[in-house]
């Protein structure tokens, strides 16, 4: 069975300072996807990175990294240079390598300090 | 074309009353996605509907719910006999034949 955790309920990070949001997960099929999703305040879900199993680089999305460790089977997020409207719920999730079925963690709330 | 729209955005209604949601993917996405939040969870999938066809659908739904896409362009989640455990905010998503999902506002339905 798949599964995601999120072990960070909520997180502080200073404006400009970079952070770890971090993501393991639990699957036994060899081809996957991993993903972070970002829901504001206002609510609507936004896609923000995406890595598949068999890539061999980290995937990067302007200001967001996924730090992918296959063997340790974590998909963390780093956003550097936090900014305020980087406030925001953000979850981990999974797919599988056709994209039919997606599996959520049960997010971190991150607040950015000025 | 701006995005994925729901309706309605909030629902009230009573214990064993039947509701319907309609979600209006973007008009090229093929693929359509339901989802269900209850507050401080992350989504939970319902089911997944590829043009028309339902592809996939969640344990989780009960006999309750039943979700089509009669032309492979809007689709419809039905709940009936509602239960005050089904109160939660109800989300789309739909996507071309790749990873990316675009996400509607939600539906927030409340079962007093």
């Known amino acids: 069975a798949q599964k995601i955790t999120q072990t960070q309920p909520g997180m502080f990070v200073q404006e400009k300072e970079a952070v770890t949001l971090d993501c393991t997960y639990d699957?036994?099929?060899?081809?996957?996807?991993l993903f972070w999703y970002k829901q504001p305040s206002s609510g609507e879900m936004i896609f923000l990175i995406y890595?598949?199993?068999?890539?061999?680089q980290n995937a990067t999305e302007g200001r967001y990294s996924l730090n992918f460790q296959k063997a340790r089977k974590s998909a963390n997020l780093v956003i550097s240079a936090s900014q305020l409207g980087d406030s925001a719920m953000y979850f981990c999730?999974?797919?599988?390598?056709?994209?039919?079925?997606?599996?959520f963690g049960s997010g971190t709330k991150l607040n950015v300090k000025p | 074309d701006t995005g994925v729209s729901q309706n309605p955005r909030h629902k009230i209604t009573k214990r064993g009353q039947n509701v319907t949601f309609r979600c209006d993917p973007i008009?090229?996405?093929?693929?359509l996605y339901w989802y269900r939040q209850t507050l401080g969870q992350g989504p939970e999938f319902l089911t997944y509907?590829?043009?028309?066809?339902?592809?996939?659908k969640s344990r989780l739904l009960s006999d309750r719910f039943s979700a089509e896409r009669p032309k492979g362009s809007f689709s419809t989640l039905e709940i009936q006999r509602t239960e005050q455990g089904d109160s939660a905010m109800y989300l789309c998503?739909?996507?071309?034949?790749?990873?990316?999902?675009?996400f509607g506002p939600g539906t927030r339905l409340t079962v007093t």
């Open positions: 699957t036994s099929d060899p081809s996957y996807g």
């Open positions: 890595q598949g199993s068999y890539d061999q």
């Open positions: 008009s090229e996405h093929n693929r």
């Open positions: 998503a739909s996507s071309l034949p790749s990873y990316e999902q675009y």
């Open positions: 509907f590829q043009n028309e066809a339902q592809l996939e």
């Open positions: 999730a999974m797919s599988r390598y056709n994209f039919n079925k997606f599996y």
